[in-house]
């Protein structure tokens, strides 16, 4: 049964295995402020006693957004054995995206601000800076002798090239040599890594 309750009535699961940090809880965070109604068109899932069974970072997330209450479906009937079953399979991801089609028919940037990991599309980017806004951005690291390190080829804009770019993450970069503001001032895909921050990257693609 769905149901809008005040927002103090229901209780966050202390034993839910499933949670979000940092810049991802933020944009959870800021999705509930600009669009409220999906809570009602996902309600949090709880038992006859208001404990949270699917939706405690959303429960969180909303108490930070300021909500006064929130819309639930009562989960009525269950024993405790299905309720913690139910907590990890709500929290299981069973699909896979469409990369293809996101990247075809979906900005980069709002996809991100949704909280989807992906590579974000320098034209999207620059797309959404304001007239005369200046875009600050990262400077790409170089290849300079005598470090060691190897090359992956992959084809240009083939279907390998951009899923390395989403798994290794692989965002805008100015291009490194050159002097800000100079005719050779370009941005491009990082393309150089360190040795930790690849290892660092290839581990969290491994861990979805």
Not at 4 to 24: F, M
Not at 94 to 112: Q, V, Y
Not at 130 to 135: K, N, P, S, V
């Amino acid at each position: 049964m769905k149901q809008q309750v005040k927002i103090s009535k229901v209780k966050g699961n202390p034993n839910n295995p499933r949670i979000i940090k940092n810049d991802k809880f933020k944009k959870l965070v800021k999705s509930i402020q600009e669009f409220p109604e999906m809570l009602k068109l996902r309600p949090i899932v709880v038992d006859e006693d208001m404990m949270v069974l699917g939706g405690n970072m959303r429960l969180k997330a909303s108490k930070d957004a300021g909500l006064k209450e929130v819309w639930v479906e009562v989960a009525e009937g269950l024993n405790e054995e299905q309720k913690k079953e139910f907590i990890v399979k709500d929290n299981v991801g069973f699909g896979e995206w469409e990369w293809d089609m996101l990247a075809n028919e979906w900005d980069s940037s709002k996809l991100e601000d949704w909280g989807l990991d992906v590579w974000q599309n320098p034209d999207d980017k620059i797309d959404e800076a304001e007239e005369g806004e200046e875009i600050e951005l990262p400077q790409a690291l170089q290849i300079e002798p005598p470090k060691e390190y190897i090359m992956i080829l992959c084809e240009p804009n083939s279907e390998e090239w951009e899923q390395l770019k989403i798994d290794l993450k692989l965002g805008i970069v100015r291009k490194g040599g050159y002097k800000k503001g100079s005719a050779f001032d370009t941005v491009s895909t990082e393309r150089v890594l360190t040795y930790k921050d690849f290892i660092k990257r290839y581990a969290h693609s491994n861990s979805k």
